[in-house]
């Protein structure tokens, strides 16, 4: 089908904007009123430019408080249509009027619709009626869908709007029940569960499909089954995405159909957990990473063949040290997941325009795919040919540190990519996202969320408000069976465990009773659910930006000790300060 953007989505001016969404492919757009009024262009210039752009304008839009007042406004009406001529924007929306003084009365709405639509009509335009959630009198699509059936004219039908519909849970049945030809355009948006007034809701926190809690997909499929077939069209108001780069916006606004489309895109290949992990040093970090890796019972499995990369192994659990990628401090460069198919998995990531990283490959080596994802982290799909890349060392493992594979990776993400990057790893991976959680640290508020599936977790990061310039701590979390035995043995090796402070146990025994005195002598946090429990610790970070984490999942237990998160950034930003004072 054809995919449309409304160029209130994105950021910059309105030539900025159509550059943006012509160059992520979009056929069309919805030119919202504004846009077109802050420009320097003449509506015949932006008609040009769209076409040189490959880009119909389709809507001309809102066309606000028209209908069911004393005097609705013709002559602005006519005004507006000689600016769609122009512009050759064939329908425009009027929004369910908001004013004080509309009257409540559907047949009067219904007779100034029809008028309206006849006057349209004699130009050889449409009007499509979208119910505002918060309009005076009309604010659900039903209703809507009722005056223009009463209005009667060919040349008005309704517009629906995900966000309207879904937000305030009105029933969908009415949707079969408008012919798929009544319904002149489709506006798609998501937005986050939230409990506040709907119009800051939706003026502020709409986002794309697939990046909030809305159910689209099922929207989707009802209005396709009607019968429509005009534009799935993207109307998004977003405080983050109105500062962001509209180049990336319009990239991620298409990964978005694209997924909500699914065709055609590849399915996704099953993946069987991390391959690895890529951490980037530098000859100043590299020693302290390779003697906590030591410590941690991993061996120095080998070189690789060609690069200046090294692998360590312990047991299952891989972790490649790239000695060309630091700068400063270690940081997470690179996940690799295990793929049944892992030229599939490439596929699809192109498909959800994940762009290619281009790598260079000596003779014989694996070719691995990978692509880079929003926050420039290299993501692999592995299959099983890769590790005969390195030169195997025959250094043996030790054992008596029981950690068994890579649980979840957190990576903190710039603040305009936290949606993007979101939708980005569920869609590239075929991840389900959780609900996401705040977790309050000294300097700040973080946002974070879950991706899990396949034995794969990603956990996204992000400072809550904009503007927060501090570096963001990544880590690796490594699942064991035996988190206390995992502690102790770590302890004797002296490597260097979080310090929980006291208080924490003390609230933790009055809060779920029970005796925490194991877990306070070795610095383990803990967590209950009806589905199992988790018993986690921290080892203080690596130069500053990674850090490791010990787990042990419990029964059914899923989540990822969130509420211990405030607990545990208080103690990382402690020992920060003492860093350094210390150096100073
Ligand atoms: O927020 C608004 O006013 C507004 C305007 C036009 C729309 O299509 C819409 O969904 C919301
Ligand atoms: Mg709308």
Redesign the pocket.
Known sequence: MRRSI?TVCLSGTLDEKLQAASAAGFDGVELFEADLINSPLAPTAVRELADELGLSIDLY??F?DFEAVAHPDFRRAEAKFDVMEALGAPTM?V?SNVRPDAIDDDALAAEHLHALAARAHERGLKIAY?A?AWGRHVSTYDHAWRIVEQADHPALGT?L?S??ILSRGTDLATIDRIPGEKIFYL?LADAPRKAMDV?QW??HYRCFPGQGALDVAGLLRRVLATGYDGPLSL?V?NDVFRQADARRTAIDAMRSLILLEQTPLPAPAPLHGFAFVEIGVDADSAPDLEALLRAMGFAHAGPHRSKPVQLWEHGAIRVVLNHGAGEDDPEVVAIAVTSEDPAASAERAHALLAPSLERRRGTGEADLTAVAAPDGTAVFFCGSDWLGDFLPTGEPATDGVPIERIDHITLAQPFEAFDEAGLFYRSVLDLEPSESAELAAPDGLVRSRAYAGGDVRVVLNVPALAGHERTELQHVAFATDDALATARALRDRGVPLLEVPDNYYDDLEARLDLDAAHLRELGVLYDRTPEGELLHFYIAPIGGRVFFEVLERRGGYRGYGALNSSVRMAAQSRGERHAEGAGA
């Open positions: 409304a839009q809102p606000r929306l929004c979208e505002l517009c709007d966000f309207h506006q119009l939706s003026r109307e108001f």
